[in-house]
């Protein structure tokens, strides 16, 4: 083992890679609570969640999706990165394709299975360099903090810090529950909207702190407070059996055989977004982390093709289980801040997500008060993204700064990345630089046309 993982090459130790590949599941826990909530529409009214998979089922695909991602992260990539279905494609599978678009659970689920096979394909070919080159920087910065705001929108949402309103669409909510006449179901909302303040305002210094699993520990900090004032339920037990995945397994092969509905205009979009984040996630997270850990030679990703292969493959094998794509966490730097080196640390990572299936009961305590600062928090880590777009050119910044905005207004990942890709190589050619803009961009161009056409009714 030690051998394989090549410990001594790396300076690294057993004791080591253990402390870091708990560290990385710690600072990664959260998704077992926040993605079943988020894919399983339980933040959406109760006539609208017979259109989404069952909950539990959801956590099952979840760890099982983590687990065999990171251990194929460990055996495969050998690096010390943690997999686990990702933040922002889960919020895009929920939200734009079954909400917005109405397309089946289990047909997105195949779009996901579709998507990771052609990520698998361009990974093997060393196709990947080339569409990385042919989109702008400023519209993969674009996207990534669109998306943040995005998720962070729907953390206020679901918390009640952000309301509807008929005079100006959202609004401020209410925080004050001692008004005479307030109904009990606002004074409610009122105590949950603090519940999820103070929550976020534990997380934001635990964070500042630097303190490894800050998000994981503020939800707990939160769910915890909760039980006290009596907003959250305690679980019945801690430990029981996972709880059944039939419900989804195998659910994207209803599908699959479709060509009429897969090759569709509209699930062509589907799968271009699913494929276009996570190649683009990816590809930033493996490379920062392993630039963190030292890893990286010559500025590139050590065996870049088995890192790639591992986070497709962990991508087909969660559509089949039952959850959105499966992708390399940034959070893994707490990991190889930890000491983190080799695949191990992964290796072990993966082992806790098995253990974790196993403490599904504590899943009771998971509200939207609970899971609104983690939301509103990894909207803010992917935001940052912004400083990195050229904001001076005004043909570089219109777009990207299109593609950000029409994301959270229109409550629609597709629409942004829709918005911006359109507009990116009109604004090139008006200016006379039709030259620039590669090829690939002209094609994306009629594809998400033909979108806003035929699509957005």
């Known amino acids: 083992m030690r051998k394989y993982f090549e410990f ?156 509807a309103n008929e005079a100006t669409f959202v609004a401020l909510g209410h925080f004050t529950f001692y008004h005479e006449g307030m109904k009990p179901e606002e004074i409610l909302a009122a105590k949950n909207a603090l519940l999820a303040v103070f929550g976020l305002i534990v997380t934001v210094v635990l964070m500042a702190r630097k303190v490894n699993a800050a998000i994981f520990i503020g939800m707990v900090v939160t769910a915890v407070a909760g039980m006290i004032f009596g907003l959250v339920g305690l679980p ?66 050590p065996r870049p093709g088995s890192a790639f292969s591992s986070d497709a493959i962990a991508g087909m094998a969660g559509a089949v289980l039952g959850t959105s794509t499966t992708t390399a966490y940034v959070e893994s730097t707490a990991g190889v801040a930890a000491g983190g080196r080799s695949g191990f640390t992964a290796l072990v990572t993966g082992v806790m997500f098995i253990l974790a299936l196993f403490f599904s009961p504590l899943l009771a305590i998971v509200t939207p008060a609970v899971t609104a600062p983690a939301l509103i928090l990894v909207g803010v880590l992917m935001a940052s993204h912004i400083t990195q777009i050229a904001w001076d050119e005004m043909d570089e910044a219109f777009p990207a700064f299109l593609t950000i905005l029409m994301m959270p207004l229109t409550y629609s990942i597709a629409t942004g990345l829709a918005s911006g890709f359109i507009v990116y190589p009109i604004v090139k050619v008006l200016k006379g630089k039709a030259r620039e803009v590669h090829p690939a961009m002209y094609v994306l161009f009629f594809v998400f046309l033909a979108y806003f056409i035929w699509l957005r009714e």
């Open 8 to 163: 001594d090459k790396l300076g690294t130790n057993y004791r080591r890679e253990t402390i870091a590949g708990i560290t990385t599941f710690l600072a990664m826990a959260y998704i077992l609570a926040v993605n079943p909530f988020m894919l399983s529409g339980a933040d959406l009214p109760p006539d609208l969640k017979a259109n989404y998979p069952e909950f539990g089922a959801v956590f099952t695909a979840t760890a099982l999706a983590a687990a065999i991602g990171t251990l194929l992260m460990a055996f495969i990539g050998r690096l010390p990165i943690g997999q686990a279905p990702g933040m922002g494609l889960n919020a895009f599978f929920t939200y734009t394709v079954v909400l917005t678009m109405q397309i089946p659970w289990q047909q997105a689920l195949a779009g996901v299975f579709l998507s990771c096979t052609i990520f698998l394909i361009l990974s093997l070919t060393g196709v990947r360099e080339a569409i990385i080159n042919a989109i702008p920087k400023g519209l993969k910065y674009a996207v990534s903090a669109g998306i943040g705001l995005f998720i962070a929108f729907i953390g206020l949402k679901n918390a009640g810090i952000v309301v």
């Open 236 to 301: 019945d037990k801690v430990v029981s059996a996972p709880p059944s995945l039939a419900p989804t397994f195998g659910a994207a092969f209803q599908y699959l055989g479709d060509f009429s509905a897969l090759f569709s205009v509209k699930m062509l979009i589907v799968v271009l977004t699913f494929l276009f984040v996570d190649f683009f996630d990816a590809t930033g997270t493996l490379l920062g982390v392993a630039s963190q850990a030292g890893l990286l030679k010559d500025g590139k990703l």
